[in-house]
Structures are given as structure tokens and as C-alpha cells.
């Protein structure tokens, strides 16, 4: 989404935004409330050094890096979050042919679980954590083929540090590799806000409702006390929306999300880890109608109806505009959504060359007890 020129000429210092971090119409004018360079740097001593300032050192991480079968930045990325103070960094292998020979020192490995999906080894990869240390102050979800700054060490403390007491999750502005705006967030699903998508775009849904903003699971930070509170990902879905649900039962729960500023960012690649599939669209379509099922009471009956309804527009636009393949996957999407509502155990994943885990386990070795989580909670606070 092209930038304004208020936020082009902005002082490039990187900090967290109040609230949603846009202004009516879309630009990213607001004001920024915590700065991490200003409000809070402390002064230069007199040999020239700046004295430490403990909040941003005292902010416990734990960062939970998902791969399938690895990515060529994985080494980096991983050498990147081990260098952050506080951060203990686990990688969670969902492939299971994949052996990694060389790993930076201190990322702890876990595979041989299989082709369990994102949001089920973020999961799993918390509570072997919780196994054997104290409950961290922020679960860092990471995707194996993010590339972080080279400040990411000096920065990421500073920036989690500077998060307010009542936020929930801190989201980060994503670039593509070549330097473009990628994708970094959404507007949570409803009828209302699924039609004005249609009408008038993602980037002007997010302008209308930024309460409603939420990051997408590439990259973000959340609190662990509420993360174990809400129980995690949800193991029912496999691949999309589980960040969504996520977000859509923080924000159930009363909690807020900050963002980064447009200083700091991240630099992710769509699609990079998994590349294209046909299966990958009707999973889609598969988890939307899993997101129904679980907020049926919230969304309303309607939901189901105009989300079809938009999948079928978005074809015929593409069609007309003579892109056959945009028009064939969000036909394959739309096939996902309605055999997902009349056939609640399709599970297409679990018989495809993926070999994906079927729910009934995943859930079992992925689902974070309440019972367990609650005493995480207890000894966080």
C-alpha cells in the first residue's frame, strides 16, 4: 500500500504506535507515543558510554521459529535471534526428512513431530519450552524464512520494553525482498467488514476499522501470560486463519495490539516456504469454514453467504481482467469454504503429498491445556 507523503517525510526513528497506527483514509499519521530512540535512550555518560537501561534487558523472549524442510535464510535468521538479549530460540522442524546438520549455538531443535502446521508447532514448541524453564515475558512466532535487520539485537528489546502494560501483541511492518510494502496485517472477519473488502480493498477495511487490525503470523510478538490464558493456536486448523483466531480471541479477551513503526522492519516473501498449490487454496477455503464453525455466535449466520459471495466477485473480476490462474484459485477457494461447512471432517491435507498430521493429533500433542497454562500464568505474575 503506497505510503503518504506525511508518513515519507516522518523522522525515520523507530518506536510503537498508539492504537492501530493509521489515520482515517488509510496513511500512517499517528502519532507515535513510545519512541524507542527518544523517550526512552538514556544519556551519554561521560566516557562516552550510554548507561543500560534494564527494561530493555529484562524483557524474557522466547522466539519460536516454524520451518518445513528449511529456507535459505533460516541459518541467518536463527544466528540473528540467538544474538538478541533474553532470547531463547527454539526451531520447530514440521518436515520430517529434513535433518539440520548446522545450527547456530543455542537454538534448541525439535522435529520428528511431523507436518503438524503452523500455529499447532508454535504450540508445541511453547510448552516442550515450559517444559524445563520459567514462562517467558513475550512468545515471538517467527516464520523460517524471515530476514530481520541487522539491528534486530539492539532493537527488539527496546521495542517489546516500550510496549505498554495493557497491550496484548506487538506487530511489525513486513517489506518484501526487493523493498516493496509486503503484507503485515488484516482486518478480523464479519459480514460488514468481508463486503467493504469487496467494494473498496483490504488497505481501506484497515483504515475504517483499526480497531479490527491484527497482525499476520509471519512475524509478531505476544505477551506469554495472555497467549497460555487463550490456550494458543487452535490445532483444528492446519494452514490459514489461525493467526486470525488467535487475534480474534485476544481481542475477545480485551486485549490490544501495538505496532512497530515504519522505521523497523522486517523483510518476508509470501509463499517462499511452501510455494503454490491448488490443495493450499482449497485449505483456504477449508479454514475459513473452520473460523466459522468456531465464531458462529459472533460472525452470524450471513457470514458464510458473503464471504461465497465475495470469493465469487473476486473470480469474476479476474476473469475479466483476463487472469485465468487468479480466477481458477479463487474458484478453488470458494470449492474449500463450502465442503468445509457441509463436510466438517474433510481433511484433504492428510491424505496429500504434505502428509499432514490429522486434527485428532494434532490437537492431542498440540493443544496447550488449560490446567498447564493456567499455572504459566500464575507464575508470570
Partial sequence: MPESQAARTRPARPGLQC???????????????????????????????????????????????????????????????????????????????????????????????????????????VRLHLDDHQPPDWVLVVNSDVVLPADTGDMLPKLLGEAPDDAGAVGFPIRTGDGRPGRESSVLPSPRTNAFMTMRGEAAAEARWPELRYPVGAFFAIRAAAFLRLGGFDPSYWMYYEETDLFCRLRSMGGRIVWADEAWHVVHDGGATTGSSPLFHWELGRSAAIYFRRHRDTLGLSWPGVHAAQLGVLAARKLVTGRPAATARALRILRGLVAGLARPEWEPPHRSVWRVVPTVTRTRIGLLSSGAAQGCVESIR
Fill in 19 to 125: 492504537g492501530n497506527g493509521r489515520a482515517e483514509g488509510g496513511d500512517r499519521r499517528a502519532v507515535t507515543c513510545l519512541c524507542a530512540l527518544d523517550r526512552l535512550r538514556p544519556p551519554i555518560g561521560q566516557a562516552g558510554h550510554r548507561s543500560v537501561n534494564l527494561r530493555w534487558i529484562m524483557q524474557n523472549l522466547l522466539a519460536v521459529v516454524v520451518s518445513y524442510g528449511g529456507s535459505a535464510h533460516l541459518y541467518g535468521l536463527l544466528a540473528t535471534l540467538t544474538a538478541v538479549p533474553g532470547c531463547q530460540v527454539v526451531l520447530m522442524e514440521n518436515h520430517v526428512g529434513t535433518r539440520h546438520t548446522r545450527l547456530p549455538d543455542g537454538v534448541r531443535l525439535h522435529q520428528g513431530h511431523g507436518n503438524v502446521g503452523y500455529g499447532t508447532a508454535v504450540n508445541l514448541g
